[in-house]
């Protein structure tokens, strides 16, 4: 059943499957994130933000922003005015309740777009940042163009990632834990979307991996006109936090 679903995803263009696989999870999402990533993703966030953060930014965009987690760390850490895009409608309503809640909302704006085409002028924001993106569009290489183009010479942008342990021990353990562990205890706290999810998941990043592997992903970065290119592997490999500055 779950290469069923790969399969599906390959016939499939990447942004309208990923809209239709997360819908059903927007109000449970960071809480269910946090539970079943034994509160690592936290971490992860921190760590990207935290290299934005650093830069003192005026305006940043946040990429694939979801219920508005990372866009709402950004307003908390910084006091950079922060532009959130989201391809998922049900994921921006969800993030303005959030954002609303949180009384951000005259520091933080939420726009319906694409991280491949962004409705923004160039070099208009001096700071970005990007998550779990890179594997549900046709061409991770011209995204990361399309990123770079609407960051100003010097501005930081940063990305976090899933990724797959190396060594073979932790490797055996993440293989377990996303095939078998995941999709039921998904199912179990957030019902049927997150089982679909949780089978889902652990084999898009295996694949994701073997057509791109991290050596190609810095090349790319590079390409797009981002330089000083570095990555950080967390959590024993299973999730890598990426950043560097956009260049002259």
């Known amino acids: 059943m779950v290469e069923r679903g790969v399969r599906s995803w390959l016939r499939t263009a990447p942004a309208d499957f990923s ?5 059903p999870l927007p109000r449970r999402y960071n809480l269910l994130a946090y539970l079943l990533s034994f ?3 936290q971490r992860w966030r921190s760590t990207m933000v935290g290299h934005v953060e650093d830069s003192r930014p005026r305006l940043v965009l946040d990429v694939a922003c979801g219920p508005c987690a990372v866009t709402k760390r950004l307003a908390n850490k910084t006091s950079a005015h922060i532009v959130g895009v989201d391809l998922s409608d049900d994921m921006i309503r969800e993030g303005q309740r959030n954002i609303t809640a949180a009384g951000l909302s005259e520091r933080i704006a939420l726009v319906l777009a694409r991280g491949q085409d962004l409705p923004f002028a160039d070099a208009t ?13 046709d061409d991770p290489a011209a995204t990361l163009r399309e990123l770079a183009r609407v960051v100003e010479p010097g501005g930081v942008i940063a990305s976090l990632e899933f990724a797959v342990p190396r060594s073979v021990g932790w490797h055996a353990c993440w293989w377990f834990y996303t095939r078998a562990i995941l999709p039921v205890a998904g199912y179990l706290l957030g019902g049927k979307g997150w089982w679909d999810v949780g089978r889902f998941l652990g084999p898009s990043i295996a694949r994701h991996y073997k057509k791109y592997p991290i050596d190609w992903i810095v090349n790319a970065w590079e390409h797009a006109g ?8 967390m959590s024993l490999g299973g999730g890598i936090v990426m950043w560097g500055y956009r260049s002259g």
């Open 19 to 23: 809209r239709e696989l997360f819908k």
């Open 125 to 137: 924001f001096d700071a970005l940042t990007f998550t779990y993106l890179l594997r549900y569009v």
């Open 226 to 233: 981002i330089e000083h290119v570095e990555y950080r592997r």
């Open 39 to 41: 509160g690592q993703d």
